[in-house]
């Protein structure tokens, strides 16, 4: 007979694998565990149940002075592309989108004096996953603290951790600089 | 020069919120006539109904992809001129390369900003008023 552990992705040696700013990646390997560390980014992990494929990206809105709610604005296009590239990577692996559902850290107020950009990333995560139809199943948003996040893909299971500003790595305790949307397309030239 | 509300556009995005997006960067450039489709598939049996003179297209969509709607829109004689704008990650420089072959006339990299779109548009119609 076969046991099978309840929490296999805790049998055997890990895979961590860091996922920074701008990035995503996904797997369905059960040893492989998915770690980030959060200021006013978000990651997003969404999965698969069925077919235990998942994924996080990491991501942080351009701050455009209070207006990253704004439909029409380029953070929003910013934000959608991020979590695009994460779907995008579920479903080449095999991933259904009707079955995706998702978990979403982060989006923490670490800086006093700056406009609440943490606050606008955690909403624009909920309304883009409560727009595309994806269920989120659990989340930590806002707070004071950093967070350290683990995301077991195939297991879906996730372990954060609180960390107090002052004890946090450098790189949330510094603002992350904004990423800008491409100004220009490419360098194939067509014309 | 053209108009851009004389210009009738689909744009095809499996993503809602992307389809919103563009729509509303359309909107700010002046398109007025604007449809919308969730893949492939659909965009072509819209576009068989009720040609239009701009295709906006994503790339990766379930059913039938970017690029697969491009090969049909140009093996269909009836759209076979509709111009075609693909939407495309940064790193998918192959893929514009086969969307080339494919007869694709633009390209525009997300996440795009609404000048950077008409550019592109304007490079296929000319400068837009």
Redesign the interface.
């Given at each position: 007979m076969i046991h099978r552990d309840p929490h296999p992705d805790e049998a055997g040696p890990a895979i961590k694998v860091h996922v920074t700013q701008g990035e995503s990646h996904v797997s369905a390997d059960p040893s492989v565990v998915m770690t980030t560390v959060l200021g006013s980014c978000i990651a997003a992990c969404l999965r698969d149940p069925t077919t235990g494929i998942g994924g996080m990206n990491h991501f942080l809105l351009p701050d455009t002075g209070g207006r990253a709610n704004n439909?029409?604005g380029?953070a929003?296009?910013?934000g959608?592309?991020a979590?695009?590239?994460l779907?995008?990577g579920l479903?080449?692996k095999g991933a259904r989108?009707d079955r995706l559902e998702a978990k979403i850290f982060g989006g923490g107020k670490l800086f006093d004096g700056l406009s609440d950009v943490g606050a606008s990333n955690a909403a624009f995560a909920e309304r883009?996953l409560r727009?595309?139809g994806i269920p989120i199943v659990s989340s930590s948003t806002g707070g004071l603290s950093a967070r350290r996040v683990e995301f077991w893909p195939a297991s879906g299971r996730v372990r954060q951790r609180l960390v107090a500003v002052d004890n946090a790595p450098m790189e949330v305790r510094r603002p992350a600089p904004m990423p800008v949307?491409?100004?220009?397309?490419?360098?194939?030239e067509?014309? | 020069m053209p108009q851009a509300s004389t210009i009738s556009v689909l744009v095809v995005d499996d993503q809602l919120t992307m389809r919103a997006l563009i729509r509303n960067a359309l909107q700010q450039i002046g398109f007025k006539d604007i449809r919308e489709a969730p893949d492939g598939e659909e965009a072509l049996k819209n576009l068989l109904a009720k040609p239009a003179n701009l295709v906006i297209s994503d790339f990766n969509m379930p059913k039938m992809d970017g690029l697969a709607l491009l090969r049909a829109v140009r093996s269909h004689p009836p759209i076979r001129q509709t111009a075609f704008v693909m939407l495309t990650g940064r790193a998918d420089r192959e893929l514009v390369q086969r969307a080339v072959q494919f007869g694709v006339n633009n390209y525009c990299v997300k996440p795009f900003t609404v000048q950077g779109l008409k550019e592109k548009i304007e490079q296929v119609f000319g400068q837009l008023t």
């Amino acid at each position: 007979m076969i046991h099978r552990d309840p929490h296999p992705d805790e049998a055997g040696p890990a895979i961590k694998v860091h996922v920074t700013q701008g990035e995503s990646h996904v797997s369905a390997d059960p040893s492989v565990v998915m770690t980030t560390v959060l200021g006013s980014c978000i990651a997003a992990c969404l999965r698969d149940p069925t077919t235990g494929i998942g994924g996080m990206n990491h991501f942080l809105l351009p701050d455009t002075g209070g207006r990253a709610n704004n439909d029409n604005g380029d953070a929003v296009r910013y934000g959608a592309y991020a979590m695009e590239l994460l779907i995008n990577g579920l479903l080449k692996k095999g991933a259904r989108r009707d079955r995706l559902e998702a978990k979403i850290f982060g989006g923490g107020k670490l800086f006093d004096g700056l406009s609440d950009v943490g606050a606008s990333n955690a909403a624009f995560a909920e309304r883009f996953l409560r727009d595309e139809g994806i269920p989120i199943v659990s989340s930590s948003t806002g707070g004071l603290s950093a967070r350290r996040v683990e995301f077991w893909p195939a297991s879906g299971r996730v372990r954060q951790r609180l960390v107090a500003v002052d004890n946090a790595p450098m790189e949330v305790r510094r603002p992350a600089p904004m990423p800008v949307p491409a100004a220009h397309s490419g360098e194939l030239e067509l014309f | 020069m053209p108009q851009a509300s004389t210009i009738s556009v689909l744009v095809v995005d499996d993503q809602l919120t992307m389809r919103a997006l563009i729509r509303n960067a359309l909107q700010q450039i002046g398109f007025k006539d604007i449809r919308e489709a969730p893949d492939g598939e659909e965009a072509l049996k819209n576009l068989l109904a009720k040609p239009a003179n701009l295709v906006i297209s994503d790339f990766n969509m379930p059913k039938m992809d970017g690029l697969a709607l491009l090969r049909a829109v140009r093996s269909h004689p009836p759209i076979r001129q509709t111009a075609f704008v693909m939407l495309t990650g940064r790193a998918d420089r192959e893929l514009v390369q086969r969307a080339v072959q494919f007869g694709v006339n633009n390209y525009c990299v997300k996440p795009f900003t609404v000048q950077g779109l008409k550019e592109k548009i304007e490079q296929v119609f000319g400068q837009l008023t």
